[in-house]
């Protein structure tokens, strides 16, 4: 079945630091991809996504592109904040709209 | 006021009851979804619904039954509650366009069965 793997956290960073955290996938065809952030206490919101190879995602200074050759989604930013702190999720669209997601990776941003 | 809302927000509960988590949502969306959240596991798909008479069992449905009431309305239910469904459960909705797939969720209940 199709699958999501991450970079296991956490992953702590100083302040304006650059991000990268790894994603690939494992999927039958060419699934839309996604990004979602978890902030402490509350719920999964998307932060960005791609429907289609070489396609970029991008919002709120993270960009992620779609490669098909690696099946791979890395999720960047180059400066990063102490409000970035959170929990980082990858994940792929299978039919139906259904969601599969990797395991989460955590981000402490110190200031 | 959010657009998805899950009750409660916090639950603790005892070997073998009954417990109803609920799922409100005022997006308009057909599809609606119930997840669990298990530390170094992500969110795994616990039961979706893609209107009110389309019920499906996602990866982990053992244990666990649902009811969609209106189209607005999506509820699950632990028959028996066991320790190990202690977890952090979302709800969350898509419309139906495809390819879209961007998924809107709840803030979580927190359960735990003691």
């Known amino acids: 079945g199709n699958s999501v793997t991450q970079m296991e956290g956490p992953v702590t960073l100083s302040e304006e630091a650059f991000l990268t955290i790894n994603c690939t996938y494992t999927?039958?065809?060419?699934?839309?991809l996604f990004w979602y952030v978890q902030y402490p206490g509350e719920g999964l919101q998307l932060l960005l996504k791609?429907?289609?190879?070489?396609d970029k995602g991008s919002n709120k200074g993270f960009e992620a592109t779609y490669r098909k050759e690696t099946t791979s989604f890395h999720l960047e930013k180059g400066s990063v904040q102490v409000s970035d702190s959170a929990v980082y999720f990858c994940?792929?669209?299978?039919?139906?709209?259904?969601?599969?997601f990797g395991a989460g990776t955590i981000l402490r941003v110190k200031s | 006021d959010a657009d998805v809302t899950q009750t409660p927000r916090n639950r603790i509960t005892k070997t073998g009851k009954r417990i109803m988590l609920e799922c409100s949502q005022t997006?308009?969306?057909?599809?609606m979804y119930w997840y669990r959240q298990d530390p170094g596991l992500g969110l795994r798909l616990i039961y979706y619904?893609?209107?009110?008479?389309?019920?499906n069992k996602g990866e982990i449905s053992d244990g666990y039954s649902v009811s969609r009431q209106a189209q607005a309305k999506f509820s699950l239910s632990l028959e028996s509650a066991i320790p190990n469904q202690t977890a952090l459960y979302f709800c969350?909705?898509?419309?139906?366009?495809?390819?879209?797939?961007?998924?809107?969720f709840g803030p979580g209940t927190r359960l735990t069965v003691l």
């Open positions: 969350a909705t898509s419309d139906s366009s495809p390819g879209l797939g961007t998924q809107y």
């Open positions: 999927a039958t065809g060419y699934p839309s």
């Open positions: 791609a429907t289609k190879a070489d």
């Open positions: 994940a792929l669209e299978e039919y139906g709209n259904k969601l599969v």
């Open positions: 997006k308009g969306h057909d599809r």
């Open positions: 619904s893609f209107d009110v008479k389309d019920i």
